[in-house]
């Protein structure tokens, strides 16, 4: 679309929300013409275009295997620590 800089003071929202879906605004002025367009988006740096992840901290209730490899881990561990503990008695 072409308009003249009058049409353009007149209609400046209309002539802006149109350049911004992407339509061709030309304005001229004085026998030249100008271009409205929208900014181009510059790409960010490569921590801007990571997707976050969802992190399992904890099982979720009701998550009776999760729960059941939480219990076992965790005896395991205490296991380990009750041996460590006996031969720092030991000492």
């Known amino acids: 679309m072409e308009v003249t800089i009058s ?6 929202f209309t002539l802006a929300e149109a350049a911004l879906r992407g339509e061709a605004v030309t304005i001229t002025y004085k026998g030249q013409k100008l271009r409205l367009q929208p900014e181009k988006k ?12 969802k992190i399992l ?3 979720e209730p009701g998550d009776e295997d999760l ?3 939480s219990a076992r881990l965790l005896a395991e561990m205490e296991k380990e620590w ?5 031969e720092i008695g030991k000492e």
């Open 7 to 12: 049409q353009f003071r007149k209609e400046l």
């Open 42 to 53: 510059k790409e960010g740096s490569i921590l801007d275009r990571i997707t976050p992840m």
């Open 57 to 59: 901290n904890d099982p």
């Open 67 to 69: 729960s059941l490899t």
């Open 82 to 86: 009750e041996e460590d503990w006996k």
